[in-house]
């Protein structure tokens, strides 16, 4: 920068330096009066403050903390790349404890100054602001911040009020950037004309402009804890409070204080976007009866609870902020399924996330500090786990409002960074694509799992749809011979003819980030059905009320006699049957026509004695599947092909069909006629 201000001919101008952090309020009239506090004391500052929805009410530890996050997030400038003076980022600040709005615009701002980064350091530059120092101190992430909240109240003095908490080198350097406001806004409009922009917003890249728009709108989500109470409940205390219901998600986009049903997750409620503020101190949200979240989230756990069956467990790899783990707790049976969490670092976190846990009334869920690649897949704790939910540290590609998500689902402000670039860094995604393939090959060794969901909020098809097919031909090809293969199934979860026709495979579900929810993947790896033992088969039918529950020790035991004497015989029938006829086995049709009688529509009944009591018993016959397919695979012909197609279940209708006598006139002449009427 010396050597731009040789050509330039300007003087260096004495900037303000940066003093010990001291905090007043607007009315003090003198210094003397002003106390002296530490940085770790400044969050009393932010408690005492009532933040407004006004995008000028934006106060000084606010510009504190965001610089912060900024500095810690940054990209080199042009000048420390000229000058070989890169320094590494000092960590992302731990913010102390304070109210979720006051957090998001700390973030908001820092977000939205890593997005106009190169932007403002132009206009800084171009102004003459920094055009005479060759060397960016410690007060460049605070101008940065100044200047991009100035440039979106489009440098309009931001008015002061009373009892307003001051920190005074942060209103220095405000007022400071304040003078240069004229030669700032004459850098900013020769940058719009230079790039022929009609706004600020159009200076940024295209896919950032068209994420900020979507995600501008996004519906606000929310999943009714059905442990404390039920949608039905809860969409009647929202009407009662004012609250209209929509059919549809297209009758809440132009009225506020309106929601509606989600149509893939039945306890999914969509509101309004204006109604998030309302929602977050609403009473439902406080007692836990209803959590905000965002939908991309939502997916995974109603696709376990499709492939659960009554005591199975869960293990989940990555708990993040909790709320996943508690929605997948709150599908479940208490008393019956664990879900085992991983990815919990701390014990203040542990205690945190046990602490919400205690708020939605969930127990049956255990955090695991450990690494899940540290757990033996022979681990007794794990015996029952019969379901993963792989939800992996991905890129976030796919997601609209990235500070939104950070705050609800916990993740790393790094996230911003990697968010606000135009490109995508190719070797951290090989990086992520490596650690989610591990990962995935990780939890499908554990020996009772039967189904994998894996989900991630990305829309690079190298950490979706290629990491399940790789993983799942490397796991198939390395299994024991005594493990069935895995094969991937449709999403178990309803869609729309909107989603059918943007669908690219039938095998998983890809959602493109849209106006109505941020982009996702959801794929479903269970193993083959042989795989399953009879009793998981009936409780899996008696979870989903196709049956009555598993039958008693006594009924097994006669059943298992009356097979035994059934295959007898039918070895017996089988070694009488002469060569060249089809036999029972291949004739399907037959043998079930056979015990049909003209006229009465019932079946034969086969009668069986009890080896054990001496008594008969009526069984009627048992059609298994694959009989009732086997002319897919068989190419021998039905006995009586006339009568029913080969293979094809008869049913009352049919049989009432086929028995029915058919009346043939032989002659006219043995015809009688009948009298007439007299």
């Known amino acids: 920068m010396a050597l731009l201000s040789q050509a330039y001919g300007r003087v260096p101008r004495a900037r303000p330096p940066r003093r010990a952090i001291s905090v007043f309020t607007a009315g003090d009239s003198s210094p003397s009066k002003n106390m002296d506090v530490e940085r770790k004391n400044l969050s009393e500052c932010i408690f005492s403050m009532h933040i407004d929805g006004d995008s000028t009410d934006v106060y000084h530890p606010i510009y504190h903390y965001a610089s912060q996050v900024f500095a810690s997030l940054r990209q080199p400038s042009k000048v420390e790349v000229l000058t070989r003076k890169v320094e590494p980022n000092p960590d992302p600040p731990n913010l102390p404890e304070m109210e979720e709005k006051v957090k998001r615009k700390i973030y908001d701002l820092a977000f939205s100054t890593l997005k106009y980064q190169g932007l403002l350091e132009d206009m800084l530059s171009e102004s003459g602001y920094y055009s005479y120092d060759a060397v960016i101190d410690e007060n460049h992430s605070i101008i940065m911040v100044i200047l991009c909240d100035m440039l979106n109240r489009k440098f309009v003095k931001r008015p002061y009020k009373k009892g307003e908490a001051c920190i005074p080198y942060v209103q220095e350097l405000e007022e400071d950037l304040l003078s240069f406001s004229t030669k700032l806004n004459a850098s900013l409009a020769r940058n719009r004309i230079k790039f022929q922009a009609s706004s600020i917003e159009c200076l940024l890249p295209e896919n950032i402009r068209q994420r900020d728009e979507k995600g501008s709108n996004m519906p606000t989500y929310a999943w009714v804890n059905q442990l404390k109470t039920s949608v039905s409940e809860v969409t009647e205390a929202l009407r009662e409070e004012g609250f209209s219901m929509s059919k549809t998600w297209d009758g ?51 696709s376990v609870k499709q492939l659960l069956n009554e005591g199975d467990d869960i293990i989940h790899t990555n708990v993040g902020s909790g709320w996943t783990t508690a929605h997948v707790a709150s599908l479940t049976t208490q008393d019956q399924c664990t879900v085992y969490g991983f990815g919990v670092k701390g014990q203040s976190r542990v205690d945190q996330v046990n602490g919400q846990m205690r708020k939605l009334e969930i127990e049956n869920v255990k955090l695991i500090q450990d690494s899940i690649f540290d757990v033996q897949h022979t681990d007794p704790r794990f015996k029952n786990v019969k379901v993963v939910l792989v939800t992996p540290q991905d890129s976030r590609s796919g997601i609209t409002n990235p500070v939104e998500y950070m705050l609800q689902e916990g993740d790393d402000a790094s996230l911003l960074k990697e968010l606000s670039r135009d490109n995508v860094d190719a070797e951290k995604l090989d990086e992520l694509v490596s650690k989610h393939m591990d990962l995935l090959k990780h939890v499908m060794k554990f020996p009772k799992v039967q189904a994998v969901v894996y989900t991630t909020c990305s829309v690079f098809s190298e950490e979706n749809e290629n990491v399940v097919t790789k993983v799942m031909d490397y796991s198939n090809n390395a299994r024991l011979p005594s493990k069935m293969p895995f094969r991937m199934i449709p999403p178990l979860i309803p869609l729309t003819p909107r989603d059918l026709d943007t669908q690219k495979s039938t095998k998983f579900l890809t959602i493109e980030p849209s106006e109505v929810m941020g982009g996702c993947f959801v794929a479903v790896l269970s193993r083959e059905d042989e795989a399953l033992s009879a009793a998981d088969i009936i409780a899996r039918a008696a979870a989903k009320g196709l049956c009555d529950g598993p039958a008693s020790k006594k009924d097994d035991d006669d059943d298992t006699e009356e097979t035994t004497e059934s295959s007898k015989l039918k070895k017996k029938s089988s070694r009488t049957t002469p060569r060249g006829y089809p036999t029972a086995k291949k004739s399907v049709s037959a043998r079930y026509l056979k015990g049909y009688k003209g006229g009465q529509g019932s079946a034969e009944k086969v009668v069986v004695k009890s080896s054990s009591s001496g008594q008969q018993k009526k069984v009627k016959p048992v059609r298994t599947a694959s009989q009732m397919f086997a002319h897919h695979f068989s190419s021998d012909k039905p006995a009586q092909p006339d009568l029913q197609p080969y293979g094809v279940p008869l049913t009352q209708a049919t049989i009432s069909r086929m028995n029915a006598t058919k009346q043939v006139r032989k002659d006219n002449s043995q015809t009688q006629q009948p009298k007439p009427f007299l």
């Open 252 to 302: 809440i986009q132009d009225m506020e204080n309106t929601f509606a049903l989600d149509g893939h997750c039945p306890n999914v409620l969509v509101f309004h976007s204006g109604c998030k503020e309302d929602l977050t101190s609403h009473e439902l949200v406080q007692e836990g009866k209803l959590v905000l979240q965002d939908k991309t989230t939502c997916l995974g756990p109603h």
